[in-house]
């Protein structure tokens, strides 16, 4: 296997937590001041991920991306800490992750999928290192999730090369979970240069994975779509590449239409765009995760296209766009978060809500109020 060099450095992070303000966690800081800002127990989890420290390294990892998805206020500030060493320990010579996504709609063979294109990478590559990232809804009535995709990859869960990591989106929309961004992070810090990521399988709205992977892959079950379906706006538009799974036994022929209609379908979203030059052109792949066909195919277009990002100068252009997306989404959340922790905006929010509940006003202005309230508050601090 073939594992190009990636010149581009990781991307750090920088968030706060603190109403302050002035607990912040830069990029710039020096290894010995994150070190002195870490607990013991982040500090053994630290030692253990990059080291020999005195947690098993699996382990170690797990209560790593626990920590990064936890909602507890000094669990965030260590889980920050952790990952701005964990980046900082990083050797230069190290090559950054090939982040891969696999989108597509419930009911596709996602798991499966991933698990025999994993097994198959594996055995090519004895050297080989890879994480798997499954993302599982949760429930709008309870909030829980039972994370059941990690049951569907006994094997790939098993590999001592392997490490299977089930997260639940706790009610996020967009096919991730809040914090999905940061655990492919760690993982890309840990070591593994190959992270494959399996979101919910929401639907054509499923796009937010593409600002977490280098490529995305649409996984499409046999019969899944006619031409039309393959035209509309959404994930389609958006993925690099397209497999039509389940294509064995009695299946195999509705497999061939579907990826016959996709075809179709790529050529007109081709010709309606407004810039038909130096593109790649999304191949579709009949695959089996049975039969093991069509997983040689998938791993060429991967290759192809990590190649057409890298002549075109694209993948550091990719990177850093994706950056700024979560920068973004990040400062949406923080900004929740500080609302709902400041007294003074939970008292306005609560008498904004009862106006609105009376009609007296509408939500958007509702919005606004509670906005400037906001702003009201950083003046005074």
């Given at each position: 296997?073939?594992?190009?060099?990636?010149?581009?450095?990781?991307?750090?992070?920088?968030?706060?937590?603190?109403?302050?303000?002035?607990?912040?966690?830069?990029?710039?800081?020096?290894?010995?001041?994150?070190?002195?800002?870490?607990?013991?127990?982040?500090?053994?989890?630290?030692?253990?991920?990059?080291?020999?420290?005195?947690i098993?390294?699996?382990?170690?990892?797990?209560?790593?991306?626990?920590?990064?998805?936890?909602?507890?206020?000094?669990?965030?500030?260590?889980?920050?800490?952790?990952?701005?060493?964990?980046?900082?320990?990083?050797p230069?010579?190290?090559?950054?992750?090939?982040?891969?996504?696999?989108?597509?709609?419930?009911?596709?063979?996602?798991?499966?999928?991933?698990?025999?294109?994993?097994?198959?990478?594996?055995?090519?590559?004895?050297?080989?290192?890879?994480?798997?990232?499954?993302?599982?809804?949760?429930?709008?009535?309870?909030?829980?999730?039972?994370?059941?995709?990690?049951?569907?990859?006994?094997?790939?869960?098993?590999?001592?090369?392997?490490?299977?990591?089930?997260?639940?989106?706790?009610?996020?929309?967009?096919?991730?979970?809040?914090?999905?961004?940061?655990v492919?992070?760690?993982?890309?810090?840990?070591?593994?240069?190959?992270?494959?990521?399996?979101?919910?399988?929401?639907?054509?709205?499923?796009?937010?994975?593409?600002?977490?992977?280098?490529?995305?892959?649409?996984?499409?079950?046999?019969?899944?779509?006619?031409?039309?379906?393959?035209?509309?706006?959404?994930?389609?538009?958006?993925?690099?590449?397209?497999?039509?799974?389940?294509?064995?036994?009695?299946?195999?022929?509705?497999?061939?239409?579907t990826?016959?209609?996709?075809?179709?379908?790529?050529?007109?979203?081709?010709?309606?765009?407004?810039?038909?030059?130096?593109?790649?052109?999304?191949?579709?792949?009949?695959?089996?995760?049975?039969?093991?066909?069509?997983?040689?195919?998938?791993?060429?277009?991967?290759?192809?296209?990590?190649a057409?990002?890298?002549?075109?100068?694209r993948?550091?252009?990719?990177?850093?766009?994706?950056?700024?997306?979560?920068?973004?989404?990040?400062?949406?959340?923080?900004?929740?978060?500080?609302?709902?922790?400041?007294?003074?905006?939970?008292?306005?929010?609560?008498?904004l809500?009862?106006?609105?509940?009376?009609?007296?006003?509408?939500?958007?202005?509702?919005?606004?109020?509670?906005?400037?309230?906001?702003?009201?508050?950083?003046?005074?601090?």
């Amino acid at each position: 296997m073939n594992r190009a060099a990636f010149q581009l450095p990781f991307t750090r992070r920088f968030c706060f937590y603190s109403t302050s303000g002035a607990n912040r966690l830069l990029s710039k800081a020096s290894n010995h001041a994150t070190w002195a800002a870490m607990s013991k127990p982040t500090r053994d989890l630290a030692q253990s991920i990059t080291e020999t420290g005195p947690i098993q390294r699996r382990v170690a990892l797990s209560r790593a991306i626990t920590l990064m998805e936890s909602k507890n206020l000094e669990h965030k500030q260590q889980a920050d800490n952790l990952l701005t060493y964990l980046l900082a320990k990083r050797p230069k010579d190290q090559e950054p992750s090939l982040r891969i996504g696999f989108a597509g709609p419930p009911g596709t063979g996602k798991s499966t999928m991933i698990e025999a294109f994993g097994m198959h990478l594996l055995e090519k590559d004895p050297d080989l290192r890879l994480a798997a990232v499954c993302i599982d809804p949760a429930s709008g009535i309870s909030g829980g999730s039972i994370l059941g995709d990690k049951t569907r990859m006994t094997e790939l869960s098993r590999h001592n090369r392997a490490y299977v990591r089930p997260s639940s989106n706790a009610g996020v929309l967009g096919g991730l979970a809040a914090y999905t961004d940061d655990v492919v992070t760690t993982l890309s810090a840990a070591g593994y240069p190959l992270i494959l990521l399996e979101t919910v399988g929401l639907g054509q709205s499923e796009i937010e994975v593409a600002q977490s992977v280098d490529i995305l892959i649409l996984l499409l079950p046999p019969g899944g779509g006619d031409e039309l379906q393959g035209v509309k706006k959404g994930i389609v538009e958006l993925a690099n590449i397209i497999a039509v799974t389940k294509a064995d036994g009695n299946l195999l022929e509705a497999a061939k239409k579907t990826a016959s209609d996709y075809r179709g379908a790529l050529r007109v979203l081709q010709i309606s765009g407004s810039n038909t030059e130096n593109i790649f052109k999304p191949p579709v792949i009949m695959t089996s995760s049975v039969a093991k066909d069509g997983l040689d195919d998938l791993w060429q277009s991967i290759q192809d296209y990590k190649a057409f990002l890298m002549e075109n100068d694209r993948w550091e252009k990719m990177r850093q766009r994706q950056s700024k997306y979560w920068m973004w989404k990040q400062f949406t959340r923080l900004m929740q978060q500080y609302m709902k922790s400041d007294p003074e905006l939970g008292d306005k929010a609560q008498h904004l809500e009862s106006e609105l509940l009376h009609g007296d006003l509408t939500p958007r202005v509702a919005a606004q109020e509670l906005l400037e309230g906001v702003f009201g508050s950083l003046r005074k601090k």
